[in-house]
C-alpha cells in the first residue's frame, strides 16, 4: 500500500483535478491518498479571520468566496446531476459549519489559536470530500475520514504540531484492518491532526507533506510518494540557473537539508517520520507521471562530486549580539533564546566565537526578535545589530564534511566570483555547507556555484 500526498499545486483549477482524478483512478487502489486544499484555499481562509473580526457584514463575503472557487472546479469534474446534488449537500454542511466559526470569532471579538486552527483545516476538509465523492460518482470505491475519526494523534501545540507516532500507529492499524481493501481508495485531510484532548492542530504552513509522512510511517506503507506539479529536487533553482538538472536520488540527509534552504519542494519536517520507518519519499510530477522523479532514501547514491544542489533563502536575517568571552560565561545564550522564545521566535541557526553571538531569524521576526532581547534586564550583552540584506547559500550533499577539496572548492568558486563571504558554517550536518552573502551578490554567488559543481 501506498500513502500519496496531492499538492494544492496540483488542484489549480478544474483541467488539472481532472488529470489527478484520472490518474487516482488508474492506479490508487489500494493506496491513502493525503490532500492538500484547493490551490490558494488556506490563504482565504485565513484571510478570513481578520476579515470576521472587522465586521459581520463580511462573513457571508467569504464564504462565497470560498464556494465559488471550489464550484469553478467541481463544475469540469462531474456533470451527472445526481452526485453533483449529493455533494453540494455534503459541501453545504460544511460551508454552514465554518460560516459558524467565523461567527463565533466575531461575536466573541477574538480569534484563539484554537479557532485559528480549526478554521485553517477546512480547505483540506472540502478537498478530500470532494475528490472522495468524485471518485464515488466514477464507480470507484472511494472514501473519506477525517484525521480526528482516523486517530492522528498530535501533541497539542497549535499552528506547530507534532505527531504522537505511537498512538497514531495504533490508530491507524485498527481502523485499517477494519475498513480499508485492496479496492478501495482512501482520502484523508492533510495539514492537521487532533491531541487527546480533542484538540485540532494544524502542523504549521505547508503541513500537509508531513501529515502524508505520519500516515505513511503509521500505515507501513511501501512507499510515500508526493505529487507534485513540479519534476523533483534539482541542483539548483530553476529561476536562477535555468539549464539546472533533476536529481534523481537523495538521502534523507539531504532533503531534509534542501527542504530547509531550497524552493519548498517538501516541508522541512517531511522526512522525520518515514526516516524513523525506513519508508522512501518518491517525488512525482503529475504531468509526466512516468517520468522518474526524486527518490529519497536512506542511503541514496553519491555522485562523483559529491555536491548534489546549490540552494538558498533570503528569508533569513542576522541579529548579533556582542558580548566579551561569550564562550567563557555561563547562561548567555539560555538568556537570549529563552527570551526568543517566551516571544514565540524561531531562531533558525546559532553561530558564536568568543564576543559576538550571531542568531540567524526569518525577516519577518527580526524586529520582534531584537526588541525581545532589549527586554532582558540587566542586559547580558554589550551591543546589538541587526543586518537584514544577507541571503543564506548553502551547498547540500552527503559527506561534504569528510571529502576533502569540497569547502576549499566552494570558497575558491565564490572569491573569484568577487563575492565576500560574511558567515560560514561548516560541519554541524553530515550534508550542508551553509555561508551568508549579501542578497546583492547572491546572483553571483549562485551561478559560480553551479557552474563549478555542475558544469564542469
Ligand atoms: N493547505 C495548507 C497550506 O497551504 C497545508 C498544505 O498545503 O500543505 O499551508
Ligand atoms: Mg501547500
Known amino acids: 500500500m501506498k500513502v500519496i500526498k496531492i499538492g494544492g499545486g496540483c488542484l489549480k483549477d478544474g483541467q488539472a483535478a481532472n488529470a489527478i482524478i484520472k490518474l487516482i483512478a488508474k492506479r490508487g487502489k489500494g493506496d491513502i491518498f493525503v490532500l492538500s486544499a484547493f490551490y490558494g484555499v488556506t490563504d482565504i481562509l485565513i484571510s478570513g479571520i481578520e476579515k470576521a473580526l472587522e465586521s459581520e457584514a463580511n462573513i457571508p463575503l467569504i464564504i462565497n468566496g470560498l464556494r465559488t472557487r471550489h464550484n469553478h472546479i467541481i463544475k469540469i469534474l462531474i456533470q451527472e446531476e445526481r452526485p453533483k446534488k449529493q455533494l453540494s449537500k455534503s459541501l453545504r454542511d460544511v460551508y454552514r459549519k465554518l460560516e459558524r466559526y467565523y461567527y463565533g470569532i466575531n461575536f466573541t471579538r477574538e480569534a484563539t489559536p484554537r479557532m485559528q486552527d480549526m478554521i485553517a483545516t477546512f480547505g483540506e476538509r472540502i478537498s478530500a470530500l470532494i475528490l472522495s465523492k468524485i471518485l464515488l460518482a466514477k464507480g470507484l470505491d472511494a472514501s473519506f475520514v477525517l484525521p480526528e475519526e482516523l486517530g492522528i494523534i498530535s501533541d497539542g501545540k497549535f499552528m506547530d504540531a507534532t505527531a504522537v507516532m505511537d498512538k497514531t500507529r495504533q490508530n491507524l492499524v485498527a481502523w485499517m484492518a477494519a475498513n480499508h481493501g485492496p479496492q478501495k481508495i482512501l482520502f484523508v485531510p492533510g495539514f492537521y491532526g487532533v491531541s487527546e484532548k480533542g484538540d485540532i492542530t494544524t502542523y504549521g504552513r505547508g503541513g500537509s507533506d508531513y501529515s502524508a509522512a505520519v500516515v505513511a510511517a503509521a500505515a507501513g506503507a511501501s512507499v510515500l510518494e508526493i505529487w507534485k506539479d513540479t519534476e523533483g529536487f534539482m541542483t539548483a533553482d530553476p529561476d536562477n540557473i535555468s539549464h ?12 531534509a537539508e534542501l527542504a530547509y534552504t531550497g524552493a519548498g519542494i517538501l516541508h522541512p519536517r517531511t522526512v522525520e517520520p518515514v526516516r524513523s520507518a525506513n519508508i522512501n519519499i518518491a517525488i512525482k510530477n503529475t504531468y509526466h507521471p512516468d517520468a522518474r522523479g526524486s527518490l529519497i532514501t536512506q542511503n541514496g547514491i553519491t ?22 568571552g561569550v564562550g567563557a560565561r555561563y547562561g548567555i545564550l539560555s538568556q537570549i533564546t529563552e527570551s526568543l522564545a517566551r516571544d514565540g521566535i524561531n531562531i533558525k541557526s546559532v553561530v558564536t566565537s568568543q564576543t559576538c553571538i550571531s542568531l540567524l531569524l526569518s525577516r519577518k521576526d527580526i524586529e520582534t526578535g531584537h526588541k525581545s532581547i532589549q527586554k532582558i534586564k540587566p542586559s547580558p550583552y554589550r551591543k546589538s545589530v541587526v543586518i537584514a540584506d544577507v541571503a543564506l547559500v548553502s551547498i547540500v550533499g552527503e559527506g561534504l564534511h569528510k571529502n576533502r577539496g569540497v569547502a576549499a572548492k566552494c570558497f575558491t568558486a565564490v572569491s573569484n566570483a568577487n563575492v565576500n563571504i560574511e558567515m560560514i558554517s561548516f560541519g554541524t550536518s553530515n ?11 547572491l546572483d553571483r554567488t549562485i551561478q559560480a556555484l553551479h557552474s563549478i559543481f555542475f558544469d564542469e
Open 244 to 255: 539546472c538538472k533533476l536529481i534523481p536520488e537523495l538521502t534523507y540527509e539531504e532533503a
Open 431 to 441: 550534508a550542508a555547507l551553509y555561508f551568508l552573502v549579501k542578497e546583492k551578490s
Open 303 to 324: 555522485t562523483p562530486n559529491i555536491v548534489k544542489s546549490v540552494s538558498y533563502t533570503v528569508d533569513v536575517a542576522v541579529l548579533k549580539i556582542y558580548a566579551s
